[in-house]
């Protein structure tokens, strides 16, 4: 049975604890993860603490050089990180990859460093007086990330803390930890003090313990949209910064004009895409008019038919198995709830098997039509490959689905009418739009982040919005005195009159 530790610096105590890591593909248990505790978190930040501020005080286009390295190596391991990375997850090498890639991109973008941490500077604010800012690091960071995206989104917390000036401490989710361990292993080699990046497993005991010791500024979650509402008000109390990005129901409104042998092609992707395990996967798709949800349909259901599910070495396989036989069996149950409430289902991915992998996690594709605001099931993430079609009258009747949906994490629309779209992006109460695009996820040099309950916190993960999270801004005001010494261009507050 292969054993995965921590990775800290020091020999990590004996664990008391440890949790299985399931191959989704066989069903069967291929490793063990040991979680830990405070006071394993502890020494971790024992560590980080005394490697900081000697990091921080390197100047930024060597901390960039280390970024680049980085960079360089993660490309040359790709293949191998892929591989990983599908063997604990279940979704295909190339999405893995992708995943992979996403997360890159992002340290791409925190090569720029030394041009993105300038201040701003005033000269003659006042008479012989400037103004000007400059950024600093907070100190140590913790960043909690899921189980579906297990190299993208680590990525996306300690490229950016770690280039700002930063120590990390990133507790993967104990579902598929090898990839974040193996980041780590490779930012070492690419040149990062030892300790500055360190990788703590654990469950809600370990969670806590970041919540709550002193020493760790800020943290940057990634989950479910209960759990990141408890860190954000524990870690909040505990006078942290804390950005907690939650779940998602995201909508794709489909106009009468809209190309829908495109829509089709994206929609099959969207939803069905990494088993439909990503908070920007498109799970609701909202016809406007009978004619075009019958239209819709019928050339869904010739897509969904061509779908190959496989194990996620299967290089033709579209999509592979969920991640542990607990999360097959929620989606299910989920299916089963949309059938109690009345809803239709069309094509069932219920007890779906693949030959040869009788034991794997395997959900089929699943449509569900004549689905309503008022069922749990539309009403709640079901985190599968399940698309549910909600119909809708008209384009106010669309628009008002996702904006008062629980979740506001992504939305897209799609049509041929500019007027149209310009006025859904205005109008629609959803952190992030898609106008033809049905994941819209913003590239590394903008920032992403949701509204409502698929976000807490006011500042959003990676770009221009990441560096302020993982640094605080100084203000300094200056004066250098021209005179003789008597006190005659003393300054003086400004009064009125």
């Known amino acids: ?181 193996r980041l780590a292993e490779l930012f070492l080699e690419a040149g990062a003090p030892e300790g500055l990046l360190q990788v703590v497993h654990g469950d809600k005991e370990m969670v806590d313990a970041i919540i709550d010791h002193p020493d760790i500024a800020a943290i940057s ?17 505990n006078n942290k910064r804390v950005q907690a990005f939650g779940g998602a129901k995201n909508h794709g409104i489909v106009l009468p004009d809209a190309d829908l042998d495109q829509v089709v092609t994206d929609l099959t992707g969207a939803a069905f895409g990494s088993a439909g395990e990503r908070c920007m996967a498109l799970p609701v798709v909202v016809p406007v008019g009978e004619e075009t949800a019958e239209r819709l349909k019928e050339k869904l259901l010739k897509s969904i038919a061509g779908l190959r599910i496989g194990v996620s070495n299967d290089p033709d396989a579209d999509y592979g198995p969920v991640v542990t036989p607990e999360h097959k069996a929620r989606i299910e149950q989920w299916i089963t709830t949309a059938e109690e409430e009345g809803a239709e289902i069309v094509v069932d991915g219920r007890g779906f098997t693949l030959q040869g992998h009788e034991k794997g996690f395997f959900v089929g594709p699943t449509l569900i039509d004549r689905v309503t605001p008022q069922m749990r099931s539309y009403q709640e993430e079901i985190f599968g490959p399940v698309l549910q079609i909600v119909r809708a009258n008209d384009f106010e009747a669309a628009l008002k689905l996702p904006s008062e949906h629980q979740y506001g994490n992504g939305v897209a629309i799609f049509t041929r009418n500019g007027h149209a779209a310009r006025e859904f992006a205005a109008r629609v109460n959803v952190g992030m739009v898609g106008i033809n695009v049905p994941i819209p996820v913003p590239v590394a040099y903008h920032s992403f982040g949701g509204w409502k309950r698929s976000g807490f916190g006011d500042i959003d993960q990676y770009g221009t919005e990441g560096l302020r999270f993982w640094t605080k801004n100084k203000k300094i005001t200056q004066r250098w005195p021209d005179g003789g010494g008597d006190g005659s261009n003393a300054f003086v507050i400004p009064t009125m009159g």
């Open 221 to 237: 979650f990634v989950g479910s949209s209960d759990i990141a509402q408890y860190i954000y008000a524990r870690g909040s109390a």
């Open 1 to 181: 049975m292969r054993q995965i530790d921590h990775f800290i610096v020091g020999d990590s105590p004996a664990p008391t604890r440890k949790h299985a890591i399931w191959n989704p593909s066989t069903g069967e248990v291929q490793a063990e993860v040991a979680l830990g505790d405070a006071a394993l978190l502890a020494r971790a930040v024992e560590t980080a603490k005394r490697v900081q501020p000697e990091w921080a005080a390197t100047n930024p286009q060597r901390r960039a050089r280390v970024m680049f390295k980085f960079k360089e190596l993660v490309e040359a391991n790709m293949q191998s990180l892929a591989e990983m990375l599908s063997s604990e997850h279940g979704k295909t090498v190339p999405d893995a990859k992708g995943d992979v890639q996403r997360g890159l991109e992002v340290i791409e973008y925190a090569c720029g460093i030394p041009q993105i941490m300038k201040g701003e500077y005033t000269h003659g604010a006042g008479p012989g007086i400037d103004v000007y800012s400059m950024r600093q690091p907070l100190g140590i960071g913790a960043g909690i990330t899921p189980f579906n995206f297990p190299a993208m989104i680590p990525m996306w917390m300690f490229g950016m803390a770690c280039a700002a000036g930063n120590a990390f401490i990133l507790k993967p989710s104990e579902r598929d930890p090898s990839v974040p361990v």
